[in-house]
């Protein structure tokens, strides 16, 4: 029983895991679950310091920098990320937490460093710019599997493509999306996003794939928006697994007083 | 009223285009490259703003300037790992054209390390905050500034540093926070000095005509302040007990015979929660508030005991549109006591003060609009105080800032009412490196 996502290749798809190479069509949910560990759970725990290139239509950019921590309680399941902003110098040392659930809504909190403030964020709508880029929170912390009804659509080459139903149309901004993940690694590289008039709108995708620790990862992956015409480009540098990070690193103590491995 | 607001315009023009010189000027001399070499040559961690701000008020006030705020300021951070600790410098050097002052302010000077494992020590001034309320505080009796928040200045400055040792211990059962403050810090209140308020000595609403003079409390021990916190979290659940010795933070207290303000002994004693309901964010407090220099609430220069509440709740209401909602109240302890005790003809407060809070955060254009409305409410006072506020960033160093601070009441007397006179607009312009 999967009980995770493959929606969200966009951010965490760097933490992906080599996966086991079937020769044969897997069943969907198979095919499903490999990818989000793929995508999300590689080892027991990551790092890395990523950047973001946000370009709006008319050309003009801003650039967000933050490190970002991940830990594992099971494969597949509860996990906790620590995000610890650089940039822009406006939000510099702000730092966003968020224990993420299978079951229920995730925990988010927020702390503002220079009112020493722990905040509380409500999780309703996950489908909203991380950061003012045009990736969403989802695609950093997870859209839950049984979210979306899965189908096979075809196999190519290289691919398995899967059409994915929100079960749930009403809150979502999307009818439905295409996902293309990568047979041998069960990365997902590509999704296109189509609106409620069935056109594609927005993709997300790998652009470039790199081996570390022996995790096939994505180091490099962009988000196109077709309807405000912007676009954002995000790339992983200084990506470590398993680090042996604690997962008391994931709690209030830290917030306040943010870890060595966030430091430059 | 047109003349002001033109030499209003006049003066935040000024300014600004002052800080757009220094901070192209700065912006020119590559800063990026220069701050990488700083940190990789002595691992220093720079950072800070340049910020004009210029308010003015929309309506006379017979005892304060036209203008609210007009000021320059220069905010620098350092901060450097050091062995197994961190040291965190921050100052303002601040151009206060309102009060014709120039001044260096250290905001946090800090040096924060793990003794044990388990356990983590904050050294020197920091900025201490805890508690559930949003903009309320019941549990948190660290300084505030109450004229930076009432003038328009960066939310920030709503929380004043304190000179103090934090020290922290982490356990499964619960974790331990105990802040314990030598000398007495107050908060900044509003005394005249650039916001006029009601004064019960008086009777009347007063302002730069008449400051009074305050007690100073400053013998080590006899005036330290020991704030004490209990917290768990139980799977995203956050519950917490709390207690405070020390004083009240505003001079609640008056001394006839010294004709100055006094700030009495107090004792706190709270809980709170918070947690997920509904698809939001739920919050409750509550706390005693013991006024140890007058338990039986009959002296009428001292403030009574008060039990104090509030519950809140935040949610998402649209894609990037946020609202919350806070019930807060003050419950006068021996109230009869209290109303046997004034002389005849002074406004007697009510034995409960209720508090509404609403708060909208809609978020535009990528996030780069963030307009932003916050409102006080009373019923039982009769008054409200609005703080609309709309900021854009123009880019990844350049924010402009426009808001305002609305002050109504039926009495001159009641908490927001009194500042109606100060009700005011301003504006800023602030670059980030």
Same mark, same amino acid.
């Given at each position: 029983?999967?009980?995770?996502?493959?929606?969200?290749?966009?951010?965490?798809?760097?933490?992906?895991?080599?996966?086991?190479?079937?020769?044969?069509?897997?069943?969907?949910?198979?095919?499903?679950?490999?990818?989000?560990?793929?995508?999300?759970?590689?080892?027991?725990?990551?790092?890395?310091?990523?950047?973001?290139?946000?370009?709006?239509?008319?050309?003009?950019?801003?650039?967000?920098?933050?490190?970002?921590?991940?830990?594992?309680?099971?494969?597949?399941?509860?996990?906790?990320?620590?995000?610890?902003?650089?940039?822009?110098?406006?939000?510099?040392?702000? @730092?966003?937490?968020?224990?993420?659930? =299978?079951?229920?809504?995730?925990?988010?909190?927020?702390?503002?460093?220079?009112?020493?403030?722990?905040?509380?964020?409500?999780?309703?709508?996950?489908?909203?710019?991380?950061?003012?880029?045009?990736?969403?929170?989802?695609?950093?912390?997870?859209?839950?599997?049984?979210?979306?009804?899965?189908?096979?659509?075809?196999?190519?080459? =290289?691919?398995?493509?899967?059409?994915?139903?929100?079960?749930? $149309?009403?809150?979502?901004?999307?009818?439905?999306? *295409?996902?293309?993940?990568?047979?041998?690694?069960?990365? $997902?590289?590509?999704?296109?996003? +189509?609106?409620?008039?069935?056109? $594609?709108?927005?993709?997300?995708?790998?652009?470039?794939?790199?081996?570390?620790?022996?995790?096939?990862?994505?180091?490099?992956?962009?988000?196109?928006?077709?309807?405000?015409?912007?676009?954002?480009?995000?790339?992983?540098?200084?990506?470590?697994? #398993?680090? %042996?990070?604690?997962?008391?690193?994931?709690?209030?103590?830290?917030?306040?007083?943010? $870890?060595?491995?966030?430091?430059? | 009223?047109?003349?002001?607001?033109?030499?209003?315009?006049?003066?935040?023009?000024?300014?600004?285009?002052? +800080?757009?010189?220094? +901070?192209?000027?700065?912006?020119?001399?590559?800063?990026?490259?220069?701050?990488?070499? *700083?940190?990789?040559?002595?691992?220093?961690? *720079?950072?800070?703003? @340049?910020?004009?701000?210029?308010? !003015?008020?929309?309506?006379?006030?017979?005892?304060?300037? #036209?203008?609210?705020?007009?000021?320059?300021?220069?905010?620098?951070?350092?901060?450097?790992?050091?062995?197994?600790?961190?040291?965190?410098?921050?100052?303002?050097?601040?151009?206060?054209? @309102?009060?014709?002052?120039?001044?260096?302010?250290?905001?946090? %000077?800090?040096?924060?390390?793990?003794? /044990?494992?388990?356990?983590?020590?904050?050294?020197?001034?920091?900025?201490?905050?805890?508690?559930?309320?949003?903009?309320?505080?019941?549990? #948190?009796?660290?300084?505030?500034?109450?004229?930076?928040?009432?003038?328009?200045? #960066?939310?920030?400055?709503?929380?004043?540093?304190?000179?103090?040792?934090?020290?922290?211990?982490?356990?499964?059962?619960?974790?331990?926070?105990? @802040?314990?403050?030598?000398?007495?810090?107050?908060?900044e209140h509003i005394n005249g000095e650039r916001l006029s308020y009601w004064n019960p000595v008086l009777g009347e609403t007063a302002g730069q005509n008449y400051r009074m003079d305050e007690e100073e409390r400053s013998s080590f021990g006899r005036d330290s302040e020991v704030a004490l916190r209990l917290a768990k979290n139980y799977g995203g659940t956050e519950l917490a007990l709390y207690h405070y010795a020390g004083f009240w933070k505003t001079p609640e207290g008056f001394d006839p015979a010294a004709?100055?303000?006094?700030?009495?002994?107090?004792?706190?004693? &709270?809980?709170?929660?918070?947690?997920? /309901?509904?698809?939001?964010?739920?919050?409750?407090?509550?706390?005693?508030?013991?006024?140890?220099?007058?338990?039986? &609430?009959?002296?009428?220069?001292?403030?009574?005991?008060? !039990?104090?509440? /509030?519950?809140?709740?935040?949610?998402?209401?649209?894609?990037?549109?946020?609202?919350?909602?806070?019930?807060?109240?003050?419950?006068?302890?021996?109230?009869?006591?209290?109303?046997?005790?004034?002389?005849?003809?002074?406004?007697?407060?009510?034995?409960?003060?209720?508090?509404?809070?609403?708060?909208?955060?809609?978020?535009?254009?990528?996030?780069?609009?963030?307009?932003?409305?916050?409102?006080?409410?009373?019923?039982?006072?009769?008054?409200?105080?609005?703080?609309?506020?709309?900021?854009?960033?123009?880019?990844?160093? !350049?924010?402009?800032?426009?808001?305002?601070?609305?002050?109504?009441?039926?009495?001159?007397?009641?908490?927001?009412?009194?500042?109606?006179?100060?009700?005011?607009?301003?504006?800023?312009?602030? !670059?980030?490196?």
């Open positions: 029983m999967m009980n995770k996502t493959v929606s969200l290749l966009p951010l965490a798809t760097f933490f992906l895991c080599a996966a086991t190479w079937a020769s044969a069509a897997p069943a969907v949910d198979e095919i499903v679950d490999k990818a989000n560990k793929a995508a999300y759970y590689a080892g027991n725990d990551g790092k890395a310091n990523v950047t973001m290139t946000i370009t709006d239509s008319q050309g003009r950019t801003r650039n967000r920098e933050f490190v970002i921590l991940r830990h594992d309680s099971r494969d597949g399941g509860e996990q906790q990320f620590y995000v610890f902003f650089k940039k822009p110098s406006d939000v510099r040392k702000t @730092v966003f937490l968020v224990h993420k659930y =299978t079951d229920k809504d995730d925990n988010r909190w927020m702390y503002l460093p220079d009112l020493d403030l722990v905040k509380r964020i409500a999780a309703s709508d996950k489908r909203t710019s991380f950061m003012g880029s045009h990736f969403f929170y989802e695609d950093v912390s997870g859209r839950g599997i049984n979210e979306d009804k899965h189908e096979l659509l075809k196999e190519e080459d =290289t691919f398995y493509v899967l059409k994915n139903t929100p079960k749930d $149309p009403v809150s979502v901004e999307f009818s439905s999306y *295409l996902v293309w993940i990568d047979k041998k690694t069960f990365l $997902p590289m590509k999704a296109e996003y +189509a609106d409620k008039a069935d056109k $594609p709108y927005r993709i997300v995708e790998a652009l470039e794939v790199e081996d570390v620790q022996g995790h096939p990862t994505v180091t490099k992956s962009r988000v196109q928006d077709f309807t405000s015409g912007g676009e954002t480009v995000t790339e992983f540098a200084n990506i470590t697994y #398993d680090l %042996g990070l604690d997962e008391s690193i994931f709690t209030e103590r830290y917030l306040r007083k943010p $870890p060595r491995e966030v430091h430059r | 009223m047109q003349e002001k607001v033109k030499r209003g315009f006049a003066r935040a023009a000024g300014l600004a285009l002052a +800080a757009a010189g220094l +901070a192209t000027g700065v912006a020119r001399a590559e800063l990026q490259p220069w701050k990488d070499g *700083l940190y990789d040559a002595y691992a220093i961690d *720079l950072g800070g703003f @340049v910020e004009a701000r210029n308010g !003015w008020r929309l309506q006379n006030d017979p005892h304060e300037k #036209d203008a609210s705020i007009a000021e320059m300021r220069l905010q620098l951070e350092a901060g450097r790992d050091i062995g197994r600790g961190s040291l965190k410098l921050k100052g303002d050097l601040l151009g206060d054209f @309102v009060t014709d002052d120039y001044t260096a302010l250290l905001r946090e %000077g800090n040096f924060l390390f793990s003794p /044990l494992a388990a356990m983590d020590m904050k050294l020197g001034r920091q900025v201490l905050t805890w508690g559930t309320g949003d903009l309320l505080f019941i549990n #948190d009796l660290f300084p505030k500034d109450w004229k930076s928040f009432f003038i328009g200045r #960066d939310d920030e400055y709503l929380k004043a540093p304190s000179d103090a040792v934090k020290a922290s211990y982490f356990h499964e059962l619960a974790n331990v926070d105990l @802040v314990f403050v030598p000398f007495f810090n107050p908060s004709m100055e303000l006094i700030y009495p002994r107090l004792s706190v004693y &709270g809980a709170s929660g918070r947690g997920q /309901l509904w698809g939001g964010i739920a919050n409750i407090e509550a706390g005693f508030y013991d006024s140890r220099q007058d338990q039986d &609430g009959d002296d009428p220069m001292l403030r009574n005991s008060e !039990w104090r509440f /509030l519950a809140g709740f935040e949610r998402e209401l649209a894609r990037d549109f946020t609202g919350s909602v806070q019930y807060y109240v003050e419950w006068m302890q021996d109230y009869e006591a209290y109303k046997e005790s004034l002389t005849a003809g002074s406004p007697a407060r009510d034995e409960f003060r209720h508090l509404f809070t609403l708060r909208l955060t809609k978020l535009l254009m990528n996030q780069n609009l963030i307009v932003s409305f916050f409102a006080y409410y009373s019923p039982s006072d009769q008054d409200c105080y609005l703080r609309p506020k709309v900021r854009y960033r123009i880019d990844d160093q !350049w924010t402009i800032e426009a808001g305002g601070n609305f002050f109504y009441g039926s009495d001159d007397f009641t908490f927001f009412g009194q500042f109606e006179d100060n009700t005011n607009a301003y504006a800023s312009l602030r !670059w980030s490196f």
